[in-house]
């Protein structure tokens, strides 16, 4: 059973930062790859950021230069700091791993960004 919980979601004003963590109940080592997703009101969720178990990255266009994604794998963590936020980064922002080719997501925390 793979279980991924988020923390540090909130509120923050625009050009504010936030860190938000996943904790894996496997080791970060057995995932293909972990990564962030968010969905905004009305819109498709999308691709933040995401770390294979290699630690090559990949960032969504509009997070590149703003938003980094980092693990602990002593602790079975992710992390993703995110700086520079703007309103429309409001969103609920979704854990996702790969493990055994099947996608797994955690509960999602609400980041608000107010202007």
């Known amino acids: 059973q793979v279980q991924l919980v988020e923390s540090g979601g909130g509120l923050v004003q625009a050009g504010g930062s936030l860190r938000l963590s996943c904790a894996a109940s496997?080791?970060?080592?057995?995932?293909?790859?972990m990564g962030w997703y968010r969905q905004a009101p009305g819109k498709q969720r999308e691709l933040v950021a995401a770390i294979s178990s290699g630690g090559s990255t990949n960032y969504g266009d509009s997070m590149k230069g703003r938003f980094t994604i980092s693990r602990d794998g002593a602790q079975n963590t992710v992390h993703l700091q995110m700086n520079s936020l703007k309103p429309e980064d409001t969103a609920v922002y979704y854990c996702?791993?790969?493990?055994?080719?099947?996608?797994?997501w955690g509960p999602g925390t609400q980041v608000t960004v107010s202007s």
């Open positions: 996702n791993g790969v493990f055994a080719r099947v996608d797994y």
């Open positions: 496997r080791s970060f080592f057995s995932f293909n790859h």
